[in-house]
């Protein structure tokens, strides 16, 4: 191996271990953040830039300069993949509730040192105790939705919506948009029918199928993201999504159409929380940003910027943010539900063993068959 050679492998192998170890140059300290993408306000639009206000505000406070390296993942899939099978340092994580008690029943996830994270007591207490986190020690709460039903009110008959029926509602055959993913798509169908969705029994799943069997004629495509263009533009005129993306929706509707929302009476709730996962390079670092998302300013922004339901009483109790928001855009993200605790722990999506998982996706490419 000739010199020149030699060289270049070293520059390679030095510039691999500073990836992997999430290390900075020695007068800088590094944060490695890793999040779902266009989900922290950004500066764009003249935003509040929520990494680059930490990075002043920890100089400021703590006489030490900080490089936020902050990188964007598409699934929780993609997230645990990365983490558990490969050697990169993330310090902060924020993945879904049921992929944090995945995570933390595998040791994917390192307990919290609360005495640095002083914030944590504007999390509202519906949030503590739930399934995924249940003694409180891996998670911290960022956002939360509910699934709706999004429907174009110059198609849709008033007195139709209200329920799950409206997605089998015959009259709308080839307006209706149903997930690309068997497990919410199923999901849609079990609510319906009041069946359990963490069930384990085939005979269940059965049904479930009996029942998206009977939607296939009426279902004008299988999407996910597309789901944006073709409500906005008015190619379809009902479909199932979170709350906040409605309100992407409602701001990019086209003339013709008038979209409106509501929640159905059982339905998926969802959590996304921050976590440290047990192969952050610096936990205490980790868990002084965690404190400043908490903060109220970085918390109204990121709210603001996201359009999601905020679990911390800085942001839902302050009166410039829900004027910001406005009345209706309130009521839909902070619906009056009462025993919220119980109601999450009974609807959410868990996860499941990999044979119930796997007979899933056999029924499911059998719905799209037929």
Known sequence: MNKKIISVFIAIVMSLSF?????????TLTLNVYNWGEYISDGSEDSYDTIREFEKWY??????????????????????NKISHSAVSYDVIIPSDYMIARMANEGLLQPLNFDNIPNYKYISDSFKGLYYDPEDMYSIPYTYGMVGIIYDANVVD??????????????YADNIL?????????????????LDVNS??????????????????LVKSYVMDEIYNM?????????????????????????EVDLKFYYPERTNYFTDAMCIPTCAQNKELAEIFINFMLSEE???????????????SLVYENEEYIENMGEDAIKILYPDVENFSENYN????????????DYINTLWENVKIN
């Open 158 to 171: 008033e007195k139709d919506a209200g329920s799950w029926d409206l997605m089998w509602n015959e009259k």
């Open 346 to 357: 009974k609807y959410a999506f868990r996860n499941l063993d990999q044979e119930t998982l």
């Open 19 to 27: 990836l992997l170890t999430g290390c900075g140059s020695s007068d």
């Open 298 to 312: 970085a918390a109204i922004a990121n709210a603001e910027y996201i359009s999601y339901a905020s679990p911390n």
């Open 59 to 80: 100089e400021k406070n703590y006489g030490e300069k900080i490089k936020v390296n902050y990188s964007t993942f598409s699934s929780n899939e993609d997230m645990y």
């Open 231 to 255: 409500m906005e533009s008015g190619e379809a005129a009902i479909g199932s999504y979170y709350a906040g993306d409605y309100f992407t929706m409602l701001d990019a509707q086209s003339e």
């Open 178 to 194: 149903q997930y690309n993913n068997s497990r919410d798509a199923f999901g849609t169908a079990m609510y319906k029918l009041n």
């Open 200 to 217: 384990t029994d085939k005979a269940v799943w059965d049904t479930t199928f009996d029942e998206m069997v009977k939607q296939r004629p």
